[in-house]
C-alpha cells in the first residue's frame, strides 16, 4: 500500500468567511474611533448576515492552530476587522472562550468590512430619533455598543457542526440557514455567498477549545520530554508543557524544551518487536528513545487489529509494517501520557482512537475528522474479545486493555523489579505498585487501590504487559499477584483497614 502524505490540509466548518457585492464606501480606521458618529446615510435594515459583495481572493486563511478561538481569528487577516469586533462583545467573546459550546463564526472579510454602507454599531432608527449626533456622550456610546453587539452576535451560530436547511438562530435571534449549489455554499435568507470554510471547531474539554485550520502537523509543537503533540505552531511555543508541569510529570533538569515532527524525521527509527510467548503482540518503540520511552502495543486479533497505547515517532515504515499486519482496527490509549501524536495515526489509519471521557481535559489537539471516541462507562468493548475497563487512579479516566488473558496495564499498575522472577518469594515481595506519579513516586491511596481491584475482579488475566518495553509479566496466579501487591502496598501506607485488605480473589 502506498504511503500517503501523513498532514493533508485540513478543511471543515468552523468560520466561513463571508462576502458580498461590491459596495464601495471606504471603511478605513475602523477600530479606533468605534463609536464616533457618521454621517453616511443610514440604511433601513438591521445590520444581518446578507452583506453584499464578490471578491474571492481571501480564501485559504492560513493561521496557527491550537490557540484560544479569539487568538486564532485575531491571526486570520482577512478578517482581522470583525475578529477585533467580537472582543469588544463580552457575550461573544465569552462563548467564544467558553470550552462547553460549540460555535460557527460566520466572519465578514474584511473587503465586506470596509463595503459596509454604514459602520456596525449605526442603526437608521437612532438617527431619525437622535439626529446625527445619535452616538455622542454616555448615552451615544451604549447606543453604538448595543447596535454593535446586535451586528456580531447575527454573526454567531451556537452550534457546530450545522447541517445543510438545518435552521438555527443566530445570537441576534434572527433565524438561518445554509444551501450547497452548483457547490457554492450561501446563507440563507439573503444569499450570502461563502468564500472560504476554515474549519471546524471543536470544543473538547474545559480548556481545549482549540481550532484548527491550514495548518502544516509538521510544523505543531511537540514537548520532547513527553512527546505530546499540541496544536500550537512551533515558533509560537509557550514557556512550559501542561502535561510535564502536572505533578504527575516533571521538566528535566535543563528545562523545558520543545521540538516538531520536521526535526524528528530521520532521526529516529521505530522498531517492531514480537512477543516471545505470543506471536500475535507486536511491541513498537523509538529509538533513540523519544518522549517518556514508552511503547506502543499492537494486538493481532481475530476481529481486527488493536494498537494499545502510543509513541510519539510515526514514520512511513512504522505504516508499512502496520498495514503490512493488516492495518488498524482501532487504537486506544491508556492515560493522558500517551496521548502524543494520537491524531495524526488516527488520520494515517483511518481508525477510531479510544480515550476516556473523563480526561478529555488533557487533550490538546482538535480532532477535526472526529476519530476520537471518548469512553464514559465502566468498561468498553473495542473489538470482538477487546475490553478497555476504567481502572481510574493514576489518571480519573485510566483505563487498562483485556484481550484473551492478558492485560495491558499501561501506568495503572507499575510492574515492579520483583514481579519478573518468582521463585521462593518471600512475604511482603510486590509485583506491582500504584502510583498517582510514576516518576515523581506518589503512591495511591488505598480507596483508588480498591477501585482498580474492584474494576479487574471480574476479568481473567495471567499475563501483564506494562507500558515500558520488558515489562511482560506471565504467570498462571497473577491476577492473585495483584491483589497480593495491593494489599502490600496498603499496610505498608500504614493502613489497617481498607477494604482492598478485604479483599479476596
Ligand atoms: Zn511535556
Ligand atoms: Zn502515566
Known amino acids: 500500500m502506498k504511503y ?7 478543511t471543515a466548518t468552523v468560520y466561513l468567511t463571508l ?18 458618529p457618521s454621517d453616511q446615510s443610514p440604511l433601513t435594515n438591521l445590520p444581518n448576515l446578507a452583506m453584499p459583495s464578490s471578491s474571492a481572493d481571501n480564501a485559504d486563511s ?4 491550537g490557540v484560544m478561538l479569539s487568538d486564532v481569528m485575531g491571526r486570520v487577516q482577512n478578517i482581522a476587522i470583525f475578529s477585533g469586533l467580537t472582543r469588544d462583545i463580552d457575550t461573544v467573546d465569552a462563548r467564544l472562550d467558553d470550552a462547553t459550546k460549540n460555535v460557527t463564526v460566520l466572519a465578514p472579510d474584511n473587503g465586506v468590512m470596509k463595503s459596509l454602507k454604514r459602520k456596525p454599531w449605526e442603526d437608521p432608527n437612532d438617527y431619525n430619533t437622535f439626529g ?11 447606543r453604538a455598543h448595543r447596535n454593535l453587539r446586535r451586528f456580531v452576535e447575527a454573526h454567531i451560530v451556537p452550534q457546530s457542526p450545522w447541517k445543510e436547511h438545518s435552521k438555527i438562530k443566530t445570537l441576534a435571534g434572527k433565524e438561518i440557514w445554509y444551501e450547497v449549489k452548483d457547490g457554492k455554499k450561501t446563507i440563507q435568507p439573503g444569499d450570502v455567498e461563502v468564500v472560504s470554510v476554515a474549519e471546524k471547531l471543536l470544543f473538547l474539554g474545559t480548556t481545549s477549545n482549540t481550532i484548527t485550520m491550514n495548518f502544516d502537523a509538521d510544523n505543531l509543537l511537540i514537548c520532547i520530554t513527553c512527546g505530546t503533540q499540541f496544536d500550537i505552531q512551533y515558533e509560537e511555543a509557550p514557556e512550559t508543557c501542561r502535561i510535564c508541569d502536572d505533578p504527575r510529570q516533571y521538566v528535566p533538569a535543563g528545562g523545558q524544551q520543545w521540538t516538531r515532527f520536521a526535526d524528528l524525521r530521520g532521526k529516529y527509527k521505530n522498531n517492531f518487536t514480537q512477543d516471545k510467548v505470543d506471536e500475535r503482540i ?13 511503547r506502543a502495543i499492537l494486538l493481532q486479533t481475530p476481529s481486527g487489529n488493536v494498537l494499545w497505547d502510543l509513541i510519539t515517532y510515526l514514520d512511513e515504515e512504522t505504516v508499512e509494517f502496520i498495514n503490512s499486519k493488516g492495518g488498524l482496527s482501532a487504537i486506544v490509549i491508556s492515560h493522558p501520557h500517551f496521548y502524543t501524536t494520537h491524531i495524526e495515526w488516527a488520520r494515517t489509519f483511518s481508525c477510531p482512537v479510544y480515550l476516556s471521557a473523563e480526561d478529555s481535559q488533557w487533550l490538546n489537539r482538535a480532532d477535526p475528522y472526529n476519530h476520537r471516541k471518548l469512553i464514559s462507562v465502566p468498561t468498553e468493548t473495542i473489538v470482538e474479545g477487546v475490553t478497555a475497563i476504567k481502572t481510574g487512579g493514576h489518571f480519573e479516566g485510566s ?11 499501561a501506568d495503572s499498575l507499575y510492574t515492579v523489579p520483583s514481579a519478573y522472577y518468582h521463585k521462593d518469594r518471600q512475604p511482603g515481595t510486590t ?30 488475566f495471567e499475563a501483564t504487559y506494562g507500558g515500558f518495553p520488558g515489562q511482560d509479566v506471565h504467570r498462571e496466579d497473577l491476577k492473585e499477584q495483584v491483589l497480593e501487591s495491593m494489599k502490600i502496598q496498603v499496610r505498608g501506607e500504614g493502613h489497617r483497614e481498607s477494604g482492598i485488605l478485604e479483599e479476596s480473589w
Do not use: Q
Not at 507486536?282 to 533513540?288: E, R, V
Open 431 to 460: 509485583s506491582y505498585s500504584f502510583m498517582w506519579s510514576i516518576p515523581n513516586m506518589i503512591p495511591l491511596p488505598p480507596n483508588k487501590i480498591h477501585d482498580i481491584w474492584k474494576a479487574l475482579k471480574p476479568f481473567k
Open 282 to 294: 507486536w511491541s513498537i518503540t523509538t529509538d533513540p528513545k523519544c518522549g517518556i520511552g514508552e
Open 4 to 10: 500517503k502524505p501523513l498532514y493533508p490540509l485540513l
Open 62 to 65: 492560513t493561521v496557527s492552530a
Open 132 to 142: 446625527k449626533n445619535a452616538y455622542d456622550g454616555g448615552e451615544g456610546e451604549d
Open 399 to 409: 483505563l487498562v486493555l483485556h484481550w484473551d488473558k492478558k492485560l495491558f496495564i
Open 19 to 36: 462576502s458580498a457585492s461590491a459596495w464601495s464606501y471606504p471603511f478605513e480606521s475602523f477600530l479606533k474611533p468605534l463609536y464616533r
